[in-house]
């Protein structure tokens, strides 16, 4: 696609290098919504970020060094949910299982307030098209193979993801 066609789509080139379930949502989100509006839309899957391809998701968020999360209950009278519980960050890496235990209230909060899963939003740009590459390089350190990723991806390394950026009206590093 060329932007010399001024009827040409916007275009929306992201690169996703995280994989924990908060910073999961960003590239999805952002993906769908601009599909949703007819926009051309890329992402490039690396790093960390690699994951979000896999056929099973198991993503976690780690409450530990981000001292901006709020910990608030999806449970309980009104009030109880309305708390923000700050922890300390030695509680967060001294207790066995706070982890998952966070990654579960994050779910659940989602869930409560109507947020799609990451697999829902994942589907949904599958529907509207979104390239989704992962990364050949990243691939081959980790030591993933193709056949550990969804089918509708492609896999391609950083100078295929940069010819499609190259005309993109929005590029995002997330």
Known sequence: MSKSDPNAPKRLALIASKG????AYPPFILASAAGAMGWDVGIFFTFYGLPLLKSDLHMQ???????????KMPFGPEGFQNIVWPMPNILMANVPG??????GLMKQTFKNK????????RDMCVDL???MIGCQMTMDVFGFKREDFIK????GGAAMFLEYAADA???LFI
Request: net charge negative.
């Open 20 to 23: 924990t379930l908060d910073w």
């Open 61 to 71: 968020v780690s409450p530990l060094g981000n001292p901006a999360m709020p910990m």
């Open 98 to 103: 706070f982890e998952a235990m966070a990654t």
């Open 114 to 121: 109507g947020v799609a899963s990451i697999e829902e939003l």
């Open 129 to 131: 098209d979104v390239k």
């Open 152 to 155: 509708e991806c492609s896999v």
């Open 169 to 171: 009206d929005v590029q």
